[in-house]
């Protein structure tokens, strides 16, 4: 039976944009997409803890090194620049072949820029 975890989260990430002329999609820091285990094109949740807004996007790599967490599309009527966001990634898992994971929890600074993994 496939059951659907949590893999990484990254947690109090602050909104640096929110285009809304854009086909849609999130933009994050390649370094916090490493951090994360994110790839490009990957189904995140985005919850806005600023708001309480929650939605479905995918992934763009944004350049490394910047904080970059861009709302694109339409997404970007549920988020204004400053606002606080956790970006969730899951995994399905057969729990009769795999053990279940511990997710990584990566937590902002105000910047994006010096993260922490949360343990």
């Known amino acids: 039976m496939l059951r659907c975890f949590l893999k990484s989260k990254l947690h109090r990430m602050v909104v640096t944009q929110a285009e809304l002329d854009y086909m849609g999609s999130i933009t994050i820091d390649r370094n916090l997409m490493d951090m994360a285990g994110l790839y490009p094109n990957e189904k995140v949740l985005v919850a806005d803890i600023t708001t309480g807004n929650r939605f479905e996007t995918y992934v763009l ?29 899951f995994v399905w898992l057969d729990i009769d072949k795999e053990s279940i994971l511990d997710p990584v929890v990566i937590v902002a600074d105000d910047s994006n820029l010096n993260p922490r993994e949360f343990s």
């Open 61 to 89: 790599e944004g350049k490394p090194g910047t904080g970059v967490i861009c709302i694109n599309g339409a997404a970007a009527k549920l988020c204004d620049p400053g606002d606080r966001v956790i970006i969730l990634q």
